[in-house]
């Protein structure tokens, strides 16, 4: 897939600032591949002044996880994703949009979502490629 500079067409910097993503958190990122939108996680690292990590020191902020239909099932992911996330932080699950190779059914996501201790609060259409599903755990397991 080829990826043109700006192929967002300016929506990705005001993706970073819906996703509630400031300057100074940590992002963590799972899923990579050469088919992640690139505007978007330049969009992400201008938004924390910094670089998204791989690997986890200490408890990250955010976990920018990116997923298709062929990586396995979505509660895997989301689960690894809980893995350095902080009590307080939260998943955005980008998967690509309908009619896009790799997409994944809402209904997965909703159930993966469950299955994983998780509560879905949002959806955002963040670029022409991707959507993003916002997740964080239930209030109550929070500390």
């Known amino acids: 897939m080829t990826t043109n500079a700006g192929s967002s067409g300016g929506r990705t910097a005001p993706a970073a600032d819906r996703l509630?993503?400031?300057?100074?958190?940590?992002?963590?990122?799972?899923g990579w591949d050469d088919d992640v939108d690139d505007d978007l996680r330049i969009a992400f690292e201008d938004a924390i002044d910094g670089e998204l990590v791989e690997e986890a020191v200490e408890a990250v902020d955010v976990v920018l996880l990116w997923w298709r239909d062929g990586d396995g099932d979505v509660v895997?992911?989301?689960?690894?994703?809980?893995?350095?996330?902080?009590?307080?932080?939260?998943?955005?699950?980008?998967t690509p949009?309908?009619?896009?190779?790799?997409?994944?059914?809402?209904a997965d996501i909703a159930e993966g979502a469950v299955t994983a201790g998780l509560s879905l609060t949002t959806t955002a259409a963040l670029s022409e490629d991707w959507a993003a599903s916002k997740l964080v755990r239930p209030k109550g397991s929070r500390r």
């Open 20 to 30: 509630n993503v400031r300057e100074g958190m940590v992002v963590q990122e799972l």
């Open 76 to 94: 895997d992911g989301l689960v690894d994703a809980l893995t350095d996330l902080s009590n307080s932080g939260f998943i955005w699950l980008m």
């Open 97 to 106: 949009k309908v009619g896009r190779e790799g997409h994944v059914d809402p």
